[in-house]
């Protein structure tokens, strides 16, 4: 994330879903400092895992692609609504 912010940072948010200013810090980090804030919060993570991550690993590595940029639904949002 890191290295993908200082190649490319408008690629970046894209990719990773994040705001500019928060890619221009992680940017900032140094290789030291990435290990220190992983190694510091512990047992919490610093992202939470995708809410189709269930999907997506039951799925044909074929589609991934288009099922990783599906928009998001809401809970309970089904596709009769639609």
Known sequence: MRDAAREDLAAACCRFGLSKELLERISMLTHTEVLSLVAHVGEEPLFVPRGDLTNLLSAHPTVLPVLATL??????????AN
Do not use: Q, S, V, Y
């Open 71 to 80: 928009p998001k639904r809401h809970a309970g949002h089904t596709a009769a």
